[in-house]
């Protein structure tokens, strides 16, 4: 299976076990969305579980703070997650505070899917990976999978969550996991362990983070389409690093990365966004705060620049092999 | 009233829009309120707005069947002009079938063709100045043709290229020309729709003439930021005609799902008090005279005026769109309002202004011209082949100055450019 089908699926077992739980966003009823995630669910459920939506990011997440408050467990998507702006006030003021505000009375049981990062020549307004503003809130949880496997699982939590979740999906690994060296073929999902999909129901607790890789040089830390890059990198170079797959950004699994980082003594931070502000600032600050007796070098941050993600030179953006290769290599010396 | 005293009454229910047809269906338009040509009033540039507000629901025609122009909003304009007109929406076709082309050859990512919709950019820039500001949506690549950019540039900036003006940044077809009056492209849809209002108001703050103009698609005109506009717009009366492209799908979704079930687009106008018109937007008469009445009005001091482009979007919605999922391919050949390119070459020839040869040698000289245009922006390079702007490049412009990080992470750039390719050297100017 590969993510889109598994996402599919999550979403077909949910919509059958939940009365509750709907869909709605644009283009996901007939058509199925663009990228074909929600294909074939408004046939299978009708439309008044599986909808399309007027063009209004606003109107959509709006519409699922309602349906929570009244009982039902909305999925909407946002077709890119670039486009999630004009709803942010109705998500960060709205959505995130329901239940803090009225002590309990109101809920916002939502999942926001959405489709983000680059490296599918998007250009500035279908590449951007927006995750760190939402970690910044409190009241929203911010979940990212990895491979088709968590996606289902992790989607299945989300949806049974009761608080609302961004489920930001790394779009560029939708058919196959990416190894960062875009000038090679990718393969498709079916030659990779993960894409290994258990029929029906099971999910994966929110805030429990992944060991993709185990290994005692340095511990890194990714998610998302990174997991992969960083994976193959530390196979080109034959560098010995434990990779912890977060899935969630919020809650965090600060235990496993704190045994990690205790035992290997080395950290490292992968993601693809602007580097300031991001999420890597806030994985330092709590490495720094937690293992700053085991650490013996410096954390070592790499990021996307700060600069809108250019069509032409995306690939010099993307923080692709040779930046990650540099980093480890500062790593490995300093020991 | 108690839960206990509403059991008797019905359930409520969703009602969730459907097209008429579908992948299958046979299409049937007849349904479709088409207005006589040349039957509906045109009020003085100076009117109340209310008195427009009957047109918001009507549908301004000027060319009948025989392609003859009728009525009181016909433009009246010479022939020399009708046929400049023909030309620029012809050309606008022919570069967007090379261009479609292009694409599926691998020579840039992605592109938005207009076909069918070409009166409602080409004509429109016809009625306004050539100093007008434009804030157009993604579809408007008639505006600029029209207003004589290079088509070169048009392609360095498609394919991405070491020319391209907006040095690689930008998703292709998002020009930007501050000297054609030409306002930057944002993939976000309806932004440009409250920055339009601000600079007619600032227009007007200045105690300018030039006037601004604004394109969404009618499936946008769902987002905030159209009826933030249109507020702005009426509070302060400000200088702008806001164009709606009803072209009946927004993706997959039909204009149902932007409200189209209960009133035309147009009619948006009347509950924020502006004038509002409703065109033909395949009667490229039509279109010119409406926009160049709101024109009038904007620039008489009299405000915004909101307009809608009823029309059809004859092709997919981007390379990246198979329509074929989601209508039915009679939609197109059956659309009862015909192709605007057509329609204004049958005027002409009714005129005895032009002919079928004329338009068939019109067209091999356009095909040539796009070819050659395209030739020489390949010598400046496709996307994805190196010959792209500097690396340095893509640390400028974020702010005026370069501040300490990211001439930080210029050097990273380049230092990794250099690791993977030790032979590059930079392309310099
Ligand atoms: C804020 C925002 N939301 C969603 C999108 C994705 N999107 C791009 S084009 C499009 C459909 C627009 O339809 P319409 O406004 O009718 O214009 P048309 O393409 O038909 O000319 C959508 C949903 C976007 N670009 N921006």
Redesign the interface.
């Known amino acids: 299976m590969n993510m889109i089908e598994a996402i599919n699926n999550a979403l077909d077992i949910m919509l059958d076990r939940d009365p509750d739980v709907i869909i709605m966003g ?2 996901v ?3 199925g969305g ?1 990228f074909r995630a929600t294909a074939g669910l408004q046939k299978k459920y009708g ?2 579980r599986v ?9 959509i997440i709006g519409a699922a703070v309602g349906m929570g408050a009244y009982g039902l467990r909305p999925v909407p998507e946002i077709q890119f997650a ?2 999630i ?2 709803g942010l006030d109705q998500l960060i003021s709205e959505a995130a505070r329901l239940r803090y505000r009225s002590a309990g009375e109101f809920i916002a049981p939502m999942t926001v899917r959405s489709p983000f990062g680059g490296g599918i ?6 590449s951007q990976s927006p995750e760190a503003l939402f970690t910044h809130v409190a009241g929203l949880k911010t979940v990212i999978p990895s491979n088709p496997h968590d996606a289902k699982g992790l989607l299945i939590a989300a949806i049974e969550d009761n608080d609302p979740v961004i489920f930001f999906e790394p779009k560029r690994i939708y058919n196959g996991p990416f190894s960062g060296f875009y000038d090679k073929p990718v393969e498709p999902w079916s030659k990779h362990p993960d894409s290994v999909v258990p029929e029906g129901y099971y999910s994966i607790p929110l805030g429990k983070a992944r060991i993709a890789r185990e290994g005692a040089a340095m511990t890194v830390l990714a998610y998302g389409t990174m997991v992969h890059v960083v994976a193959s990198v530390c196979e080109e170079k034959g560098v010995d690093a434990e990779i912890i797959d977060l899935r969630t950004l919020v809650p965090l699994d600060i235990d496993t990365i704190v045994a990690s980082v205790e035992k290997t003594g080395k950290c490292m931070i992968v993601h693809e966004a602007t ?2 502000s991001g999420f890597g600032a806030e994985l330092s600050a709590l490495v720094q705060e937690h293992c700053f007796y085991h650490l013996e070098a410096p954390i070592e941050r790499v990021t996307g ?4 993600y ?4 995306e690939w ?2 993307f923080p ?1 092999p ?2 990650i290769g ?1 980093a480890m290599d500062r790593l490995l010396k300093d020991s | 009233m108690t839960a206990a005293s509403r059991s008797n009454l019905n359930p409520l229910s969703l009602h969730v829009p459907e097209p008429r047809f579908r992948p299958g269906d046979t299409v049937d338009y007849t349904d479709l309120a088409i207005s006589e040509a040349g039957a509906q009033p045109r009020p003085d540039e100076t009117c109340e707005a209310a008195e427009t507000h009957p047109l918001c629901t009507d549908l301004i025609r000027v060319l009948d069947d025989a392609g003859k122009a009728q009525g009181p909003w016909d433009p009246k304009l010479d022939p020399e002009t009708l046929r400049r007109m023909l030309r620029t929406m012809a050309l606008t076709r022919a570069f967007d079938d090379r261009m479609y082309r292009g694409q599926r050859q691998g020579k840039t990512s992605f592109y938005m063709k207009c076909t069918g919709e070409e009166a409602t950019s080409v004509a429109s820039a016809f009625a306004l100045a050539d100093d007008d500001m434009v804030f157009p949506s993604y579809r408007q690549q008639g505006v600029l043709i029209a207003r004589n950019y290079p088509l070169v540039e048009m392609i360095n900036q498609i394919y991405s290229n070491r020319a391209d003006k907006l040095k690689g940044r930008q998703l292709p077809i998002m020009y930007s020309s501050r000297d054609h009056s030409f306002f930057t492209i944002s993939g976000n849809l309806a932004t440009q729709y409250p920055q339009a209002v601000g600079w007619a108001m600032a227009s007007a703050i200045k105690g300018d003439t030039r006037i601004a103009a604004a394109w969404v698609g009618e499936g946008s005109t769902a987002e905030g930021d159209f009826h933030s506009a249109l507020t702005f717009a009426a509070v302060y009366n400000a200088p702008v005609v806001l164009n709606v492209v009803n072209n009946q799908w927004a993706i997959s979704s039909f204009s149902g799902f932007a409200g189209a079930e209960r009133t035309t687009f147009a009619a948006r106008a009347v509950g924020y008090g502006i004038a509002g018109l409703r065109v033909d937007g395949n009667d490229p008469l039509a279109v010119h005279a409406a926009v160049q009445w709101a024109a009038n009005r904007a620039r008489a001091n009299m405000g915004p005026t909101l307009i809608e482009h009823f029309t059809y979007r004859a092709e997919g919605h981007s390379t990246s769109d198979d329509p074929s999922q989601y209508r039915s391919a009679h939609e197109r050949e059956e659309w009862p309002l015909g192709d605007p390119v057509m329609r204004l070459k049958n005027h002409l020839i009714a005129l005895g202004e032009w002919s079928d040869d004329q338009h068939a040698a019109m067209d091999a000289d356009l095909m040539e011209q796009v070819k050659a245009a395209t030739k020489e922006a390949e010598k400046n390079g496709i996307l994805g082949h190196g010959l792209h702007h500097p690396f340095h490049t893509m640390f400028e412009d974020v702010f005026e100055e370069l501040p300490w990080h990211l001439d930080d992470q210029a050097e990273q750039a380049i230092r990794e450019r250099r690791i993977k390719w030790p032979t590059w050297k930079e392309y310099e100017k």
């Open positions: 644009e283009d009823g007939y058509f663009v439309k008044t909808f399309d939506t007027p063009i209004s990011e606003c109107g670039d486009y702006y004009p020549f998007g250009g500035q307004t279908h580097r300031t620049f700060d600069t809108p250019p069509h032409s030179l010099a953006y692709g040779v930046r540099e």
